[in-house]
């Protein structure tokens, strides 16, 4: 079993559409986390940290639950920009940092 | 302008061939990364690095090689021991505690391995 384990889809929705991703993940020492956000053969970005509290920018929700050793990414009034891949990223308290293997997102007009 | 920068681009190596990839930033960050990417799969960990003249290998070390002499560079040699080299190269950087804050990465290098 993977450390991080997404949902690799992909997600094909309309523009507006909500759609949500999760991600789970094994080591119960996970300190931190995050969603980045990778365009075709470009490198990855940071969309957003991931905290106990839940966290919200603009468009996008970030949830974690801890019990249940998962993240999740909800994006609201997709836009076609939105179209990437989604990794979700564990970092546990040695500060080793293990990425998912991507969610795929396509927005469709 | 701060970043990471990575060089070459593109790189094409005959089998059995050393090479070295570049990494360098200028944002003053402690830590350094190396993480190698094949197509439809997520990013491994190669190396890293939280402060100068220290490293541990991360889930894949077998078959690379790094150093960190310097703050700011932090070089990765794909050598020949290494049996599939193909792959998506990224560098990141990290500043402080590497818990908590997020990596930047470099543009990449792309290997490819005739």
């Known amino acids: 079993r993977k450390e991080v384990e997404q949902d690799p889809g992909p997600f094909n929705v309309p523009e507006g559409a909500t759609v949500a991703f999760n991600c789970t993940y094994s080591n119960s020492a996970s300190q931190s986390f995050f969603w980045y956000r990778q365009d075709c053969r470009k490198e990855p970005k940071l969309l957003m940290s991931?905290?106990?509290s839940g966290n919200e920018d603009g468009r996008f929700t970030a949830q974690l639950n801890r019990a249940s050793q998962y993240i999740s990414l909800l994006i609201r009034d997709s836009k076609l920009s939105d179209s990437a891949t989604y990794l979700c990223?564990?970092?546990?308290?040695?500060?080793?940092?293990?990425f998912g293997d991507g969610t795929t997102l396509t927005v469709k007009p | 302008d701060g970043g990471i920068t990575q060089s070459p681009k593109y790189l094409f190596r005959k089998e059995g061939q050393n090479v070295t990839l570049s990494c360098e930033q200028n944002l003053n960050h402690d830590a350094m990364y190396w993480y190698r990417q094949d197509p439809g799969q997520g990013l491994r960990l190669i190396y890293y690095s939280q402060i100068v003249n220290d490293f541990q290998k991360g889930d894949i070390a077998e078959g690379y090689s790094v150093s960190r002499e310097k703050k700011e560079s932090f070089p990765l040699t794909v050598t020949s021991a290494q049996k599939n080299p193909t792959a998506f190269y990224l560098c990141?950087?990290?500043?402080?505690?590497?818990?908590?804050?997020?990596?930047?990465f470099g543009p990449g290098t792309r290997l490819t391995v005739l």
């Open positions: 990141a950087s990290q500043e402080g505690t590497p818990v908590y804050n997020e990596q930047f």
């Open positions: 991931v905290y106990s």
């Open positions: 990223v564990v970092t546990t308290n040695a500060g080793k940092s293990t």
